[in-house]
């Protein structure tokens, strides 16, 4: 009867001022903090009860902030630190390569695939914390929404003699303790053991949705971290590559103004391809020897993947027209458009576009010779392979590409980087605001269906 009399009160006492009676006489201060605390306490963000605090002398010259500035000093001197240690390191594995192109490239390669392997993580990470993000805030807006309910519940439980009640929320570990251990006792009275239960049940789901939260934000923030290593020690690589091929290609400058120039001239990219091999030296010369190369060797009359194993190969491994179900996609994205769907403008896709992260690593799904590298009308920074075989892969939308018209690059090699906004929003007919890279494939001047060159899966993907 007592009990009942004590809910009544204060259940008739729901006003605010009403509230502020009850409290100091029924709860213990840890309970009475939480009612006047939000529920944002649940990060340890809560606001302390309006008071008047003692003025610091200056906000500069508090402990609190001295020991702020200590700590950021010191997280300064610590990255610095690592940031020499790393580039010293790269230095030392960049002297150990010297001219030695296969060591190059298989390095290359190999990071290449590690910065596409973290780029799938974090994204992979990114989505599993949105629904997580989602649940967390519902339970949160549920358990706000029932304040009056937690504190009845909680007070409820203290009146039954058990010990104070924690400050519910500021802890949910604590509350959650709190209200199992009270009801295997049996200090919850009939009424109140359903509510009790479904408070233990929203708090036992918003603890282990927290638990996994900081284990999924941790994960992530280590794999940015790798992120950025691999991508220093990625572009160190590709600065020494270009070295090398600039210190073999003197006249390379003049060579990119010359392309530049003749693609001025150029009205289309069949255009684009014949006036690249036939005028431009080192593009005719890469189109001569994908001519003269042949087919690859073929074991039992099937593409000789073992080639692929040799980082210091001159020619493609695999038979392009042979390597159908081998390729990876050159970025991590989304596929937006299909070949041969509508383009937006009226006119059908000649290629596929893939929506992609910005800053993401570029790479090539195929062997083949560089015979145009530079901006071309809409297509933003453009990159033409010829894959041999009367073969060319066209790939546009990039922000910056690392290699040289006349270079031989092996599948998986990077060769751009995605900026951060669309380059190629009017071949695409839309205002996207992400990264979108276009990706086409030429037999002999005409587009062709890329589907069958794609892997289906992870195993199946050519690599270098």
């Known amino acids: ?150 504190i009845e519940v909680l007070a409820a439980l203290q009146r039954a003699g058990r010990r104070t009640p924690p400050a519910l929320l500021v802890r949910p570990e604590d509350a959650l303790q709190s209200l199992r251990t009270a009801m295997l006792l049996g200090a919850v009275v009939p009424e109140l053991r359903v509510r009790a239960e479904k408070l233990a049940t929203d708090l036992g789901e918003l603890v282990a949705l927290r638990k996994t939260i900081s284990t999924e934000r941790d994960a992530l923030a280590a794999d940015r971290d790798k992120l950025r290593e691999d991508q220093t020690r990625l572009a160190a690589l590709v600065d020494e590559r270009q070295r090398q091929q600039s210190a073999a290609e003197k006249d390379m400058e003049a060579e990119g103004a010359r392309a530049i120039a003749l693609s001025k001239q150029a009205d289309n990219l069949q255009t684009l391809i014949a006036k690249m091999e036939q005028d431009l030296k080192s593009a005719a010369k890469a189109a001569a020897t994908a001519s003269l190369q042949g087919a690859p060797a073929t074991v039992n009359g099937k593409p000789n993947l073992g080639a692929l194993k040799d980082p210091a190969r001159m020619s493609p491994a695999v038979a392009f027209a042979s390597a159908k179900g081998l390729f990876s996609y050159p970025v991590n994205g989304t596929k937006i458009r299909e070949f041969g769907g509508s383009d937006g403008a009226g006119g059908v896709q000649k290629g596929i576009s893939l929506a992609a992260k910005p800053g993401a690593q570029v790479t090539t799904p195929c062997d083949g010779w560089v015979v145009y590298a530079g901006p071309f009308r809409s297509y933003g920074q453009l990159l033409i392979l010829n894959a041999g075989g009367g073969y060319h892969i066209l790939i546009a939308g990039m922000e910056r590409i690392s290699v040289n018209i006349g270079q031989f690059v092996l599948a998986g090699e990077p060769v751009a980087t995605m900026g951060s906004t669309s380059q190629v929003a009017s071949i695409l007919a839309t205002n996207a605001s992400q990264p979108v890279l276009y990706v086409e494939f030429r037999k002999d001047g005409t587009p062709i269906d890329p589907g069958p060159w794609w892997a289906a899966n992870e195993g199946e993907k050519v690599r270098g």
């Open 1 to 150: 009867m007592q009990h009942k009399r004590d809910t009544a009160s204060y259940s008739a006492s729901h006003a605010g001022a009403a509230r502020r009676r009850w409290l100091p006489a029924s709860l213990p201060l840890s309970i009475a903090m939480f009612a006047a605390y939000p529920l944002a306490a649940a990060h340890g963000q809560a606001t302390p009860p309006a008071q008047q605090p003692a003025p610091p002398a200056t906000a500069e010259t508090s402990p609190d902030a001295i020991k702020q500035r200590e700590q950021e000093l010191e997280a300064a001197r610590e990255q610095q630190r690592k940031a020499t240690e790393l580039q010293e390191k790269l230095k030392a594995d960049i002297a150990a390569i010297g001219q030695d192109r296969s060591k190059l490239n298989q390095q290359l390669i190999d990071i290449a695939g590690q910065v596409r392997g973290v780029e799938t993580r974090i994204a992979d990470a990114e989505a599993r914390l949105q629904p997580l993000d989602g649940r967390e805030r519902d339970i949160r807006a549920s358990l706000d929404s029932r304040r009056s309910e937690v």
